[in-house]
């Protein structure tokens, strides 16, 4: 019998076995997710095969990026036949086309800024650009707490943020998107929020509803619904309480929650209406919700011994 998630207009089937993977490979984990125009989809991981790619039925289509990435972070599809890769293990930011040719490269590979110095980048962490204007907005992420905003060319424009706990700071800028309006919606994910600016930085509002935001997309429909996969606790004296995560919420533009997906009730497990870490999340033009999950990271490799686990499923949406 099909595992099912939601409730209303918001019902999904799980499929867990989704993405047929070669013999002999695996993700390791899927750190993000990213759909193109076809709805073939982009897995991020950090595996030997950086870039993995599928057509929507879970087909094995190809591979690249084995000797271009360092520790796979961030997904954001560009709107021509592009798409945008955040390295935060070599502090880059790297535009490539559909077959892995880099046409923009933001950062110096391997060399970070100094921590917390408000300069691009330590330890970045995603992208998202502005729907008429082409600006690339980038969060940075671990080892700093501010957002940068660059022309398409890759020149810098301005960056705002700093660490805290005030409205325009950060703790842990983790990802970043925006609406058909131009906000820009960050996560920020150990101040358990979602900040929402206007594209000169300035600060909008705020949504608390959340439990370490972790991955974060704005669909392009008229419904404007924006997702968003919380990592659920962090610490092992609430790892079991219900209701933080993890789990994928489904918001409206004024932060909302229309749906919440996931039996978040005895935390983090394997079961297939449950969650590990969900990480980067997606939707592809069906409406179909694909889920990436560091669960390496965050579970796998404290087992003993460790083991790969759970880390790509696709939630398929009820019509």
Not at 118 to 127: L, M, Q, V
Not at 226 to 247: D, F, K, Q, W
Not at 298 to 308: A, D, K, L, V, Y
Request: proline share 5%.
């Amino acid at each position: 019998m099909a595992t099912l998630l939601g409730s209303g207009d918001f019902q999904y089937e799980v499929d867990v076995a989704w993405g047929k993977l070669p013999d002999g490979w695996s993700y390791k984990e899927a750190a993000a997710v990213g759909v193109d125009a076809n709805d073939n989809v982009y897995v991020f991981s950090r595996g030997d095969h950086p870039m993995i790619v599928f057509d929507r039925h879970g087909n094995f289509l190809r591979s690249w990026g084995e000797d271009l990435f360092v520790r796979a972070h961030g997904v954001t599809m560009g709107p021509d036949e592009s798409i945008y890769c955040t390295d935060d293990g070599d502090h880059t930011v790297r535009k490539c086309t559909y077959d892995g040719k880099v046409l923009l490269e933001l950062g110096v590979p391997g060399k970070a800024a100094e921590m917390h110095s408000g300069k691009p980048f330590n330890r970045c962490t995603h992208i998202a650009l502005c729907p008429d204007t082409g600006a690339i907005y980038v969060a940075d992420g671990y080892g700093n707490s501010c957002v940068h905003k660059y022309d398409p060319n890759g020149k810098l424009l301005f960056s705002w943020g700093d660490a805290g706990t005030d409205p325009g700071q950060f703790n842990i800028v983790h990802n970043i998107c925006t609406d058909k309006e131009g906000y820009v919606y960050v996560a920020d994910r150990e101040n358990h929020r979602v900040q929402v600016f206007d594209r000169n930085g300035k600060h909008e509002t705020s949504w608390s509803n959340v439990h370490r935001p972790c991955g974060l997309f704005m669909d392009s429909g008229d419904a404007e619904l924006c997702y968003i996969g919380e990592l659920g606790s962090g610490m092992a004296v609430n790892a079991t309480h219900p209701n933080l995560g993890p789990r994928i919420g489904i918001h409206n533009r004024n932060g909302e929650v229309l749906a919440r997906l996931g039996d978040d009730s005895k935390g983090a497990g394997e079961g297939p209406a449950q969650f590990l870490a969900p990480h980067g999340v997606t939707v592809d033009s069906h409406g179909d919700i694909y889920v990436a999950e560091v669960s390496w990271t965050s579970i796998g490799q404290h087992h003993n011994p460790p083991r790969e686990m759970q880390t790509l499923r696709k939630l398929i949406k009820r019509s």
